[in-house]
């Protein structure tokens, strides 16, 4: 783990140098919450993203794709409360209004503004509210604004989801900190990720794209709780060099520590939004190994950790190794039925495709934990993954009913 | 739609000629209900099946594989309270067991009686007491043993699954009756799907499977309540020709009425399991229009019948055509958005992507409704299909919790 040493960690929020933030509440949502939150960069920041695979795109995710061609940015707008998705032509004329309202009274280039929306499907903006929420965000803005901002862009999320690294480059102090939301609902709508990461180091663009795609291929595209991918899925990440760093790129000494500092940040991010997935209680990675391919072993993780009758076991706190055969089964992973192991941590529950003969007893207690580790040997070739998962309760289904 | 003027329907098992049957409590189930089944026909019969395509199979599905290479049958035994998965060379040991001593008790040749399990996956069967259900279920056959045997085969089912047709073939009265159990759970375990066909009409054996693989297409293979494929379906057709007619194919003047009564019989039994999955409160008809190909309208039903916001969307009797949309997305078919229209029954809920305008209150009156149709055009081509679904309630996790 080159470079770990080198890195503390903080569950919080901390605006590298350069960066601004503001959360308000402009009545988005039916309550006061806040629902508007404003990230300012006061120079270019060089800017990498992700965003969703779903054909079906946010009008806001559109304009992201768009803004992304140019590689710099000043900051993201972000509403929750209304997804601005399935709005057509009005949806990308109001989100680059937000753009174009934003810059304005920020004093930056619109075209540099990035925006993100969360919520409902299918309705248009009430651009009164979100203009009015812009014009309260903007004055709000300040360097200790981070903590708003994170709770801004919650929705039914129960609570915010922000990590913070520091680290050196070039001997300089530099700051990796990060807010996102995770798989929550509002109103009886539907999921949304959304993640923004701000750093203080200058880094080139095209490597802090590259760090960035390899990053969430590890973290927020191993998780899920419910297999319904969004419309609006979205991680930003903006580097402004305010650190004074010579810019990073895979040549730099520093890289492999930054690229790892990277990583973990979104892993940390992306198992945050699991434990606070909708109703979820428990925390499961998911192992294969041993699959014929690579693909394989996708395919049979998928498989396992999106199966509701393997979720729904785990809510009962019940190591039932059979669903877990059957949801492998039926997987589009090959899968030789007496080749399989089967080990709740370290217990092993099947063997060959066999029951091991531990204990009920001692497999509930792994299940029982609040996280645990379920690893799948399908002794087939050398294919692996993991992926993070959770349970299914009664509490999901009251939550998206 | 010819001849389903000479079908006439009941709900209900009537046994056709030279059929016996019997349902009989072998201590598997907790309580003390029927947990065996038995059918047996007095005269060969050609023999029909369609099993689940689990990688992972029971050892009773693998053993009615083999059995059906000969394409006749005498009769089938049955138990519920254990799957008989998992369970390697004993558990294949054990079914062969069964129809072994069913074969010796009953009179018949042991390699023509098939076996199922529904059940309890990965424990081995107790032998003491499925042979002990074995030597009560023979001397209880008898011509109204139907309506036992179908109550013998339920786990989580809260009420059997029955349907008869009467029908006319060269003249003679024919009769094709059913017996099936859903998609319940047994213990913390996993759901199987089981019918058994019978029938007096002579029907040449190869024109039987073509039939009934057709017909299950259409009906078994088009329903889904979890998204979870058993290791232990299993469809089983028996036709004993006791009728007298000349053997059915499909030169013959009346297999167009029998194969509609065939296809019509496995749609009713297939439609009961849905609307009596566990937790089910709604059966939803997802009908997709103008998919590029027939696979991409396949892709398309299965990912919004299959999604579980979509569903619990419904729990909720909410008309949430957003996370249809989003399901649309997400799924391996091609998918514009600009061109989607959803109707909730007759009213457009969405038309070109975007919202139809037709009020929620009138879209929930719909969504209220024990069964209603989602038709989705995505006016991209020609493909079509239909898959019948259902609501996903708390009640559903509290099963299988």
């Given at each position: 783990?080159?470079?770990?040493?080198?890195?503390?960690?903080?569950?919080?929020?901390?605006?590298?140098?350069?960066?601004?933030?503001?959360?308000?509440?402009?009545?988005?949502?039916?309550?006061?919450?806040?629902?508007?939150?404003?990230?300012?960069?006061?120079?270019?920041?060089?800017v990498a993203a992700t965003f969703t695979t779903n054909q079906v795109q946010a009008a806001t995710v559109k304009l992201c794709r768009a803004r992304l061609a140019c590689r710099t940015g000043r900051g993201v707008i972000v509403n929750s409360?209304n997804a601005n998705a399935c709005t057509g032509a009005q949806g990308l004329k109001d989100a680059e209004r937000m753009a174009q309202l934003t810059g304005?009274?920020?004093?930056?280039p619109p075209e540099q503004v990035f925006v993100s929306s969360t919520g409902r499907i299918g309705v248009q903006l009430?651009m009164?509210?979100i203009?009015?929420?812009?014009?309260?965000?903007?004055?709000?803005?300040?360097?200790?604004?981070?903590?708003?901002?994170?709770?801004?862009i919650?929705?039914?999320?129960?609570?915010?989801?922000?990590?913070?690294?520091?680290?050196?480059?070039?001997?300089?102090?530099?700051?990796?900190?990060?807010?996102?939301?995770?798989?929550?609902?509002?109103?009886?709508n539907m999921a949304t990720m959304l993640a923004y990461?701000?750093?203080?180091?200058?880094?080139?663009?095209?490597?802090?794209q590259?760090?960035l795609s390899?990053?969430v291929?590890?973290?927020?595209?191993?998780?899920?709780?419910?297999?319904?991918r969004s419309t609006n899925d979205t991680v930003l990440f903006?580097?402004?060099?305010?650190?004074?760093?010579?810019?990073?790129?895979?040549?730099?000494?520093?890289?492999?520590?930054?690229?790892?500092?990277?990583?973990?940040?979104?892993?940390?991010?992306?198992?945050?939004?699991?434990?606070?997935?909708?109703?979820?209680?428990?925390?499961?990675?998911?192992?294969?190994?041993?699959?014929?391919?690579?693909?394989?072993?996708?395919?049979?993780?998928?498989?396992?950790?999106?199966?509701?009758?393997?979720?729904?076991?785990?809510?009962?706190?019940?190591?039932?190794?059979?669903?877990?055969?059957?949801?492998?089964?039926?997987?589009?992973?090959?899968?030789?039925?007496?080749?399989?192991?089967?080990?709740?941590?370290?217990?092993?529950?099947?063997?060959?495709?066999?029951?091991?003969?531990?204990?009920?007893?001692?497999?509930?207690?792994?299940?029982?934990?609040?996280?645990?580790?379920?690893?799948?040997?399908?002794?087939?070739?050398?294919?692996?993954?993991?992926?993070?998962?959770?349970?299914?309760?009664?509490?999901?289904?009251?939550?998206?009913?």
């Open positions: 783990m080159t470079g770990t040493k080198k890195i503390a960690w903080a569950d919080e929020i901390a605006l590298p140098r350069g960066f601004r933030a503001s959360g308000v509440a402009a009545g988005l949502k039916k309550d006061s919450r806040k629902d508007m939150a404003l990230i300012v960069s006061d120079r270019p920041a060089a409360g304005e009274l920020a004093g930056i009430p009164d509210k203009e009015a929420g812009i014009r309260a965000a903007v004055p709000a803005l300040s360097a200790e604004g981070g903590t708003d901002a994170s709770l801004a919650m929705t039914t999320d129960t609570r915010p989801k922000r990590v913070t690294a520091r680290l050196d480059v070039d001997g300089k102090p530099v700051i990796l900190s990060a807010l996102a939301k995770g798989s929550g609902m509002i109103e009886p990461i701000l750093t203080d180091a200058a880094v080139e663009a095209g490597a802090l590259s760090c390899a990053a291929e590890q973290s927020f595209n191993r998780i899920t709780v419910d297999g319904d903006f580097a402004n060099g305010a650190a004074g760093n010579r810019p990073l790129d895979a040549a730099h000494p520093d890289w492999k520590t930054f690229e790892h500092a990277v990583r973990e940040l979104t892993l940390k991010l992306a198992l945050k939004m699991v434990e606070d997935g909708e109703g979820v209680s428990k925390v499961v990675t998911v192992r294969v190994l041993g699959a014929k391919t690579a693909q394989d072993a996708e395919w049979a993780a998928r498989s396992v950790a999106n199966s509701l009758l393997v979720k729904t076991s785990w809510a009962g706190e019940y190591p039932n190794w059979g669903r877990v055969m059957d949801a492998l089964g039926y997987s589009r992973a090959r899968v030789e039925e007496d080749k399989v192991d089967i080990t709740y941590d370290q217990l092993p529950a099947c063997r060959g495709g066999l029951y091991a003969g531990t204990t009920i007893d001692d497999l509930k207690r792994i299940v029982r934990q609040k996280a645990f580790t379920l690893t799948i040997h399908l002794n087939l070739g050398a294919g692996e993954t993991v992926v993070y998962t959770c349970n299914c309760t009664e509490e999901y289904v009251r939550i998206n009913m």
